[in-house]
T-cell receptor, first 113, second 111 residues
Framework: EAQVTQNPRYLITVTGKKLTVTCSQNMNHEYMSWYRQDPGLGLRQIYYSMNVEVTDKGDVPEGYKVSRKEKRNFPLILESPSPNQTSLYFC????????????FGPGTRLTVT | QKEVEQNSGPLSVPEGAIASLNCTYSDRGSQSFFWYRQYSGKSPELIMSIYSNGDKEDGRFTAQLNKASQYVSLLIRDSQPSDSATYLCAVKFFGNEKLTFGTGTRLTIIP
């Protein structure tokens, strides 16, 4: 089954404790991206990767890191989480190598206390 | 200043009527336009894309683009209760592979 998976789906953590949210896809898609969704602010792009060799910042990259060492995985790293990073996070992929036709993962709800 | 704006709603439409959702965007070399649907507690899913001025129809959905007026809309004909969701407008601007989303319009279809 073609899918985008995210782990964990729910996470409660404390300020400053490093964490990684994984994103994995089995569709051989080139493009992968991370978004956060907050009430009143909508979906905002954090980072994207057009392929294994190209990663670039989205609109809200501060406080986040990403890594694209292989095509299928695109983890989101929060090295020192803060309460303002409490949000719903989505990973998305696209077969086209561009932002078109994105398929979203199920989401990860993160709470930083 | 927000680059993509939508009325947050809620927008209530009787079953069987036409639902009209609107989106305006800033003129920063806009290139491509997308409508996503998001059910409560679920992830967004792409329902329409439009790249040139005019109308594009897909089943009960019609996307309309007017670049001169910086306006894109989504019409849903014969609205069904299953169309109740939040609809997100997204714009890709020239020069990068990012999507900028509006905050979404919550649509409720009343049986």
């Amino acid at each position: 089954e073609a899918q985008v998976t995210q782990n964990p789906r729910y996470l409660i953590t404390v300020t400053g404790k490093k964490l990684t949210v994984t994103c994995s896809q089995n569709m051989n898609h080139e493009y992968m991206s991370w978004y956060r969704q907050d009430p009143g602010l909508g979906l905002r792009q954090i980072y994207y990767s057009m392929n294994v060799e190209v990663t670039d910042k989205g609109d809200v990259p501060e406080g986040y890191k990403v890594s694209r060492k292989e095509k299928r995985n695109f983890p989101l790293i929060l090295e020192s989480p803060s309460p303002n990073q409490t949000s719903l996070y989505f990973c998305a992929t696209s077969p086209t190598g561009t932002v078109y036709e994105q398929y979203f993962g199920p989401g990860t709800r993160l709470t930083v206390t | 200043q927000k680059e993509v704006e939508q009325n947050s709603g809620p927008l209530s439409v009787p079953e069987g009527a036409i639902a009209s959702l609107n989106c305006t965007y800033s003129d920063r070399g806009s290139q491509s336009f997308f409508w996503y649907r998001q059910y409560s507690g679920k992830s967004p899913e792409l329902i329409m894309s439009i790249y040139s001025n005019g109308d594009k129809e897909d089943g009960r959905f019609t996307a309309q683009l007017n670049k001169a007026s910086q306006y894109v809309s989504l019409l849903i004909r014969d609205s069904q209760p299953s169309d109740s969701a939040t609809y997100l407008c997204a714009v890709k601007f020239f020069g990068n592979e990012k999507l900028t989303f509006g905050t979404g319009t919550r649509l409720t279809i009343i049986p």
